[in-house]
């Protein structure tokens, strides 16, 4: 079955640090992927979004780059900031018929002043 | 546009009781989704409606859960009896369509603790 692997967190930077979570998945067709953020005390939202080969997704300074032959989608910020710490979520919606979601367990990112 | 509304926000029951939880969709979504996240690990999905029907519901426990969307609107999510491992945020999702590039839309979820 479909399947989302994320690095375990905590993640913990300072402010102003570079960010990489890294996700890889396994799926049937081509899927579209994506990313959604939980805030601290808030439901999930989306970040941002890729649904094909090459895309890139970027949203808030965020960016993920779709990449078919590493089945990857790592998300990576330039300098984060302390309002960026939050439970981030890889997800895919597969093309095998039904877009049934999956999602991974999530990474917990920290940002210290 | 209004978000989607979930309630309760929390609802504490015992274990072989019943519990119902209750979502209405962004308007103009057909596409529902049922979540279950326990603590530490990412929203498993129960239940995908489009309109009124059912697309998938292979990860929902049949013995004791249910789900139903009669008029293709809002939801709800039902649990008898519960037991102690159903304790977790039961999240609710719409999308504008069943398409796979559609995103989803989460509701802020109805944390269920069984004693």
């Known amino acids: 079955g479909d399947s989302v692997t994320q690095m375990e967190g905590p993640v913990t930077l300072s402010e102003e640090a570079f960010l990489t979570i890294n996700c890889t998945y396994t799926a049937t067709g081509y899927p579209s992927l994506f990313w959604y953020v939980q805030y601290p005390g808030e439901g999930l939202q989306l970040l941002l979004k890729a649904t094909k080969a090459d895309d890139k997704g970027s949203n808030k300074g965020f960016e993920a780059t779709y990449r078919k032959e590493t089945t990857s989608f790592h998300l990576e910020k330039g300098s984060v900031q302390v309002s960026d710490s939050a439970v981030y979520f890889c997800a895919l919606s597969a093309s095998g018929g039904s877009y049934i979601p999956t999602f991974g367990r999530g990474t917990s990112l920290i940002v210290h002043p | 546009e209004a978000g989607v509304a979930q309630s309760p926000r929390y609802k504490i029951i015992e274990k072989r009781q019943s519990v119902a939880f209750w979502c209405n969709p962004i308007s103009g979504h057909a596409t529902l989704y049922w979540y279950q996240q326990i603590l530490g690990q990412g929203p498993k999905l129960l239940i995908q409606f489009q309109n009124n029907g059912v697309v998938d519901d292979s990860q929902l426990p049949k013995d004791r859960f249910s789900a139903e969307r009669l008029k293709g609107v809002d939801s709800t999510l039902k649990i008898q009896p519960a037991k102690l491992e159903d304790s977790a945020v039961y999240l609710c999702?719409?999308?504008?369509?069943?398409?796979?590039?559609?995103?989803?839309?989460f509701g802020d979820g109805t944390r269920l603790s069984i004693l």
């Open positions: 999702a719409s999308s504008l369509s069943g398409a796979g590039n559609q995103p989803q839309h």
